[in-house]
């Protein structure tokens, strides 16, 4: 991995975003998280380099490979690419007007609601990091990721309403409009259910 390279990688141009669909296209990223030439994709994937080559003008033309470094072989140059990021992440905004937005369902309870949110979490974050990355800086988030096992709909309801009710308290103690320097950060709390390993001989995940 390149010093360099940014852990994400938002992707808001259409263009990146089909080729991140492309399954040809999609192969050669994850190979290049790790440098290599067209040669060594060739042989990996079992196609032709001059296909490989194509491919890589192209993926590197719309900024999701770069060259690293270069390496003499007999009378020729290769070029060592990588990825420009560790991972990549389609913004939903390549979307338009068809893609999940916050408060596009009235429903906090919604799996719209939900969606919403996180996508609007994944834009902010992915631009907050290119940001940062471009400064030198770093900026502060906070995770909190748990497992919940409910007893009963009535436990998960008295939970969601003792939450619910305790976030407020915390916003309403340390919200400061009046603070001259300060920062205004955005919470998000949700929760879904966990996807379950498929069964055996049913296929599909089932929730």
């Not at 890589?56 to 060592?80: D, M, Q």
């Not at 905004?93 to 949110?117: I, K, N």
């Amino acid at each position: 991995m390149s010093a360099a390279q940014p852990a994400l990688l938002l992707v808001r141009d259409p263009g990146q975003a089909g080729c991140l669909i492309d399954a040809t296209r999609r192969r050669l990223l994850e190979l290049l998280h790790t440098p290599d030439s067209a040669t060594g994709l060739a042989r990996q994937l079992g196609l032709p380099r001059q296909r490989i080559n194509y491919h890589l003008r192209e993926l590197e033309r719309i900024g999701l490979v770069h060259c690293v470094s270069e390496r003499r072989k007999g009378n020729c140059t290769e070029r060592l690419m990588q990825t420009t990021a560790q991972a990549f992440v389609i913004s939903p905004e390549v979307l338009g007007t068809l893609g999940p937005t916050p408060g596009s369902s009235p429903d906090r309870l919604s799996a719209a609601t939900l969606v919403g949110a996180a996508a609007e979490t994944i834009r902010s974050v992915a631009i907050l990091e290119r940001q940062a990355t471009d400064q030198g800086k770093s900026f502060a988030t906070l995770t909190l990721d748990a497992l919940i096992r409910f007893a009963s709909p009535e436990a998960r309801a008295a939970f969601a309403a003792e939450l619910t009710d305790a976030v407020a308290h915390l916003v309403a103690r340390y919200h400061n409009d009046d603070a001259p320097k300060g920062r205004t950060f955005r919470l998000l709390v949700g929760s879904h259910p966990i996807v379950q390993p498929p069964v055996a001989g049913k296929g599909a995940d089932h929730v």
